[in-house]
């Protein structure tokens, strides 16, 4: 039988809708800042520990609140910025809905300084369970709030939490989003009660981005903007060579809000598909808007919005990138122009990566002939050993051309093979099976890497799988690891390079053991395969074209690109008419 309706004790009311508002630590994290931004600070320091679930605490030197009112900051639909409802079209602050402290304070123990700076008292509050009290308290101006115990009294949401890693993770990324759109206000986060990021207030958002990705970032990026009466949109946007393995590094800000829209990454793609680039560019996007062109009252958390116009902003977007992609044609044109030669030799020998030494040879032939090699340098050191050793095999090898490819020549097929992509594979496959020796060899001089803000959690999550493929790394201050030593495989890496590309390819995987181990291998795979300008051995060439009529592999590198083409003898006799 079906029970009477009946309504529903407050506190149960205020803990449903917290969830809603309260996804884990990084949602009060997000909200406390938000708040203090609002409260104009221009400093806002903020203290983790265990991810957030002990304590949480926001410090601030903006308006505070006064003594008589800050009962009710905990009220549910209390608030000071807006009064009815046609406020909400034009919100300048973050909050505005009056329900994040309610809320917050429903599943944890609360408390919260503050003193206005108009008056000469503050107040203590606490809350927990319902029970409120209030003290006399003589501090500075400004608020800080403490959030202990979150999800004490929800423990189906605490089950749902991810791992305490993740969690911490999404907080570093909530806080790091918002400190991103407010350059001048002064930003600190310790986690366990050490100071892991300090970032000072900066110019502009070029310096918050250098400060937080690092000196180099910028050089890569290229800042556009475009303005029209009804909007001004900004941002960094990636230079070709700047693609990224996921879309971490994409975020539109909405009148300085950071929000999810999901059309972000796709139009991005369209403006950049003619680099034909593999990965994803980076972009900070700064849309200013009038509010009332733009609904931020549709997801609990203010995290999506919906534009009045959308196919109107989608078009901003992707003028924008194009601006950026175009400016690098631009250069490239420029090159091209007076010594149009000189461009398509270079081109012809230019390398994948950064590995190559020198690379002045443009094609080369391995054929012999009369007692010289042809092309401007030998890859090979002795081919005829190649030749004897290849002997005996059901193929003939023709050569390497445009320093990439070996031609192989074999009874059914001309196969072209693209010998970086494919060592790249094999490689891998001996990674993934386990079943190499591990031996380290040690660096002449240790490279001890400088890690951005972002990078350090990550870099400290794969030392130990690093380790156990061969490198020799440690942590080496709060902001550095030392390399001392790396796999003999990956003999000759550019060891900050791959360090960094790993890190990067990490940023986006989340504490999957398997996929982890997974990139980690593909990027020494690609570090450590020989590449366009590399000195081939006969074994290098003889093993690529073993490996690759083997069989046993997948004809893709681990990125997904073909590493091997055929043109079928049967369809040669077709071309010329012979069958
Ligand atoms: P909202 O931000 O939507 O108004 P909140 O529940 O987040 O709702 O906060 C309630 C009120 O408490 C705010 O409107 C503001 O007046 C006050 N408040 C919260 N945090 C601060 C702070 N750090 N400094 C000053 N006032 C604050
Ligand atoms: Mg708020």
Request: with cysteine; aromatic share 8%; hydrophobic share 40%.
């Amino acid at each position: 039988m079906m029970d009477r309706i009946k309504e529903l004790p407050d506190s149960v009311k205020r803990k449903i809708a917290a969830g809603e508002v309260v996804e884990g630590p990084f949602s009060v994290v997000k909200e406390l800042i938000e708040n203090s931004l609002d409260a104009e600070s221009t400093e806002i320091d903020v203290e983790i520990y265990e991810s957030g679930l002990k304590k949480i605490q926001v410090r601030d030197n903006g308006s505070g609140m006064f003594r008589d009112d800050l009962p009710s900051a905990i009220r549910e639909h209390t608030t000071s910025k807006i009064e009815n409802f046609t406020d909400i079209e034009r919100v300048a602050t973050y909050g505005f809905r009056g329900e994040a402290l309610s809320s917050i304070s429903s599943i944890s123990k609360l408390t919260i300084y503050t003193r206005s700076s108009e008056e000469e008292r503050g107040a203590k509050l606490t809350s927990v369970d319902g029970s409120v009290e209030m003290h006399d308290y003589a501090g500075a101006a400004g608020t800080m709030i403490i959030v202990e115990n979150l999800f004490f009294n929800v423990p189906a949401r605490k089950k749902f939490l991810r791992a305490r890693k993740t969690e911490l993770r999404k907080v570093r990324e909530t806080f790091l989003r918002i400190a991103l759109a407010n350059p001048d206000v002064s930003f600190s986060l310790s986690i366990d009660g050490r100071r892991q990021v300090t970032l000072p207030a900066a110019a502009d958002s070029a310096g918050r981005i250098q400060q937080i990705y690092g000196d180099d970032i910028l050089e890569r990026l290229s800042f556009e903007r475009i303005q029209d009466i009804k909007i001004e949109l900004s941002g960094y946007l990636s230079m070709p060579d700047l693609m990224k393995p996921s879309r971490s590094m994409q975020v539109l800000y909405v009148n300085r809000r950071p929000v999810e829209y999901r059309y972000l990454g796709f139009l991005l793609s369209r403006a950049y598909e003619a680099m034909a680039a593999q990965g994803h560019p980076v972009a900070f996007l700064f849309l200013t808007i009038d509010p009332e062109l733009v609904d931020i009252n549709v997801h609990p958390a203010k995290r999506e919005v919906k534009f009045f116009d959308q196919k109107y902003i989608d078009d901003c977007i992707i003028h924008l990138s194009q601006k950026a992609v175009n400016r690098v044609h631009r250069v490239r044109d420029n090159l091209i122009k007076p010594g149009g030669d000189q461009f398509a030799v270079s081109a012809l020998s230019e390398g994948e990566g950064s590995s190559s030494s020198s690379e002045e040879g443009a094609g080369m032939s391995l054929f012999e002939h009369d007692g010289r090699s042809y092309g401007m340098r030998s890859f090979l050191k002795d081919v005829s050993e190649l030749y004897s050793a290849a002997q005996g095999e059901p193929w003939r090898l023709l050569g390497i051309i445009y320093n990439r490819y070996i031609l192989v020549e074999d009874a059914r097929a001309l196969l072209i093979i693209d010998f970086h992509a494919a060592h790249e594979r094999f490689i891998f496959d001996i990674l993934m099976q386990g079943t190499l020796a591990v031996e380290t060899q040690d660096l002449v001089f240790p490279v001890v890497l400088e890690l951005s803000l972002d990078e350090h959690p990550v870099a400290m999550d794969c030392l130990a799988l690093l380790r156990e493929i061969g490198f020799d790394i440690e942590e080496f201050s709060d902001n550095s690891v030392v390399i001392r030593g790396i796999p003999v495989l990956g003999r000759g890496m550019d060891v900050e390079l791959f360090f960094h590309e790993v890190l990067d390819a990490l940023k986006s995987e989340q504490d999957m053991q398997a996929r982890i181990q997974e990139r980690i291998f593909e990027k020494v795979a690609c570090h450590s395969a020989k590449r366009s300008g590399d000195e081939l051995t006969d074994e290098d060439v003889l093993l690529i074209i073993r490996e690759t009529r083997s069989g046993a592999h997948e004809l893709r590198c681990p990125h997904g690109r073909p590493y091997v083409y055929a043109i079928e003898r049967n369809d040669l006799e077709r071309i010329f008419k012979r069958s």
